[in-house]
């Protein structure tokens, strides 16, 4: 089962592509250890806020899923890979802004 918190999915290999094969997901490659993740927090549970029912928003902890990080080649964090029904559509590092994750997301639902 996918946990979730402030409506942002908690993935891991487990649930990942049943999470992300349809529409559009916002996937956060982050650690708890990581100060630049933690700020992304607040910036994930609004987006998913915003856009529920409309797009995913996810957090993978890339500590508790090696092979994960591994597939999608995760070299820094915060790691934010956006995708559209189970591909990779584009890929952001480091942090963002709302505004800009926002306008990312609204170009995949748009095509």
């Not at 995760?74 to 306008?103: D, M």
Request: with cysteine; charged share 20%.
């Amino acid at each position: 089962m996918t946990q979730t918190t402030n409506g942002v999915l908690h993935l891991d290999e487990s649930n990942f592509a049943a999470a992300t094969d349809r529409g559009v997901a916002l996937v956060d490659f982050w650690a708890p250890w990581c100060g630049p993740c933690r700020m992304m927090g607040p910036v994930l549970d609004e987006l998913a806020a915003d856009l529920a029912g409309r797009a995913s928003v996810a957090k993978v902890n890339v500590d508790e899923s090696p092979a994960l990080a591994a597939h999608f080649r995760v070299q820094a964090i915060p790691l934010l890979v956006l995708t559209k029904n189970g591909r990779e559509a584009r890929r952001l590092v480091g942090v963002q802004t709302k505004s800009a994750l926002r306008a990312a997301i609204d170009e995949l639902l748009a095509e």
